[in-house]
């Protein structure tokens, strides 16, 4: 079992920045790789980004250039930072890890809000 806690999630105005965390506890030893992923009302969740555990990154066209994701093994934590952010960027933002027997893992989800 693996837990995801998120947070770092709030209001910001259009061109801002805000820092997600989250945090991995339990069988981290089994985590393959990390993601960011969001979900806009009344739309499907997309994924934003991913982090492998060789530290490989791919990124949504739509944040490619504004956002990177990185993670503090030492911590168990997989961060996003979004940079110039956009009113199209307001969701609820959910980490995801997968793991080498291919379980797969939800954080509970934190809201980013940003005005226009």
């Known amino acids: 079992q693996v837990q995801l806690v998120e947070s770092g999630g709030g209001l910001v105005q259009a061109g801002g920045s805000l820092r997600l965390s989250c945090a991995a506890s339990g069988n981290i030893f089994s985590i393959n790789a990390l993601a960011w992923h969001r979900q806009a009302p009344g739309k499907q969740r997309d994924l934003v980004a991913t982090i492998t555990s060789g530290g490989s990154t791919n990124y949504a066209d739509s944040v490619k250039g504004r956002f990177t994701i990185s993670r503090d093994n030492a911590k168990n934590t997989v961060y996003l930072q979004m940079n110039s952010l956009k009113p199209e960027d307001t969701a609820v933002y959910y980490c995801?890890?997968?793991?080498?027997?291919?379980?797969?893992?939800w954080g509970q989800g934190t809201q980013v809000t940003v005005s226009s």
């Open positions: 995801y890890a997968n793991t080498r027997k291919y379980f797969t893992y």
